[in-house]
């Protein structure tokens, strides 16, 4: 029996900006990664989308980000390395303290944008982060893409990971993501990401974006909430995964 979680970037509306519709996307969602309020999110967003999360037994994820705002945290900024931890912890713990509030827990950590990109880019930007998580919590899943750095040096300390496949995003033959300024990076075709997803979970195979076969493992599959047609594109997934008799629950249910 194979499972798998199905998961979007939520909560990155900020003041009276709002993204998506949370209260139609989350519940077609077993987890959730939501916003900090660095990147995007602010307080009383935060606390709506945790509300949701409970109402719908939804697996609550941190996604933090670079305090980069007008960026939507897809830039990259050099900061010290004292700086990321604070930044991680400050944001881990806003998100916590409105879990608290409807009796729930911090299920992942996966950091956002940039931020996540360049995790990737160095084993030891990888292992400072991972360790970072660690000595808030070992309780909290390292969420990360599919064999990437994170997975491998949170393994290495004996921590609970879920590899990540982007549904919507290309990925390169090192398995690193596309960048979003090339074009073709982001994908929108329904019937495509269907077929990528259904490959990916069922036969562990993705081809990458320059047309090489990697071998990929999915705990969770990702949409974003920003690509356009996402609404539907949840539900494409959905309907393909239980026709092919996967089990779809959130990452605490296996991991």
């Not at 109402?55 to 990321?84: S, V, Y």
Request: hydrophobic fraction near 40%; proline fraction near 2%.
């Amino acid at each position: 029996m194979i499972k798998v979680d199905l998961v979007s970037d939520i909560g990155e509306g900020f003041g009276r900006y709002k993204l998506c519709n949370e209260e139609v996307i989350i519940p077609l969602l077993t987890s959730v990664n939501i916003a900090c309020g660095f990147h995007a999110g602010d307080p009383n967003v935060m606390r709506n989308t945790v509300r949701i999360c409970k109402e719908n037994n939804i697996g609550i994820g941190a996604h933090p980000g670079f305090p980069d705002l007008m960026g939507f945290g897809r830039r990259f900024m050099k900061i010290k390395d004292e700086e990321l931890e604070n930044y991680l912890y400050y944001q881990i713990g806003a998100l916590e303290a409105f879990a608290k509030l409807y009796g729930e827990k911090i299920q992942h950590c996966i950091a956002h944008g940039a931020w996540g990109n360049w995790l990737e880019q160095d084993i030891e930007n990888a292992r400072k982060f991972v360790k970072a998580i660690a000595n808030y919590s070992k309780d909290i899943i390292i969420l990360a893409i599919s064999g990437g750095y994170r997975i491998q040096t949170a393994k290495e300390l004996k921590l609970r990971v879920a590899n990540e496949f982007f549904a919507d995003r290309e990925v390169q033959s090192n398995g690193q993501l596309v960048p979003r300024s090339i074009s073709g990076s982001v994908l929108h075709d329904e019937n495509k990401i269907v077929k990528r997803v259904l490959k990916a979970v069922l036969e562990n195979k993705l081809i990458s974006f320059e047309g090489k076969k990697l071998n990929v493992k999915v705990d969770t599959i990702c949409v974003h909430s920003d690509t356009a047609g996402a609404l539907e594109i949840i539900k494409a997934i959905r309907a393909a995964l239980l026709k092919e008799n996967v089990v779809i629950t959130k990452l605490s249910d296996f991991v």
